[in-house]
């Protein structure tokens, strides 16, 4: 499955993580983060494609006001959120 069945889950859920990283953001924010945070897809311009694929770990990131960590951010394939204790 592809398209809004497969991306609104991710985005919803992404959304609750900015949320709990600070319940004080307003819509208008939220929207500008994801667009802002979001990895370009190759050979699709943001027109056809909007601003691309969610990237939760650098939306949490910027919210969270810390820097995104550069491996969460390699073509959106690792998830990182927090600092591993142990």
Known sequence: M????QAA????GTIALMLA??????TAEIVTILQNTAS????????ACGAGIVNAA????QVSGKGA????????RTLRLGSRRG
């Open 2 to 5: 592809v398209g809004t069945s």
């Open 9 to 12: 889950p991710h985005v919803s």
């Open 21 to 26: 990283s600070n319940p004080d953001l307003k």
């Open 40 to 47: 370009p897809m190759a050979k699709c311009d943001r027109y």
């Open 58 to 61: 650098s939306a949490v990131a």
């Open 69 to 76: 960590d550069p491996s969460a951010t390699a073509g959106g």
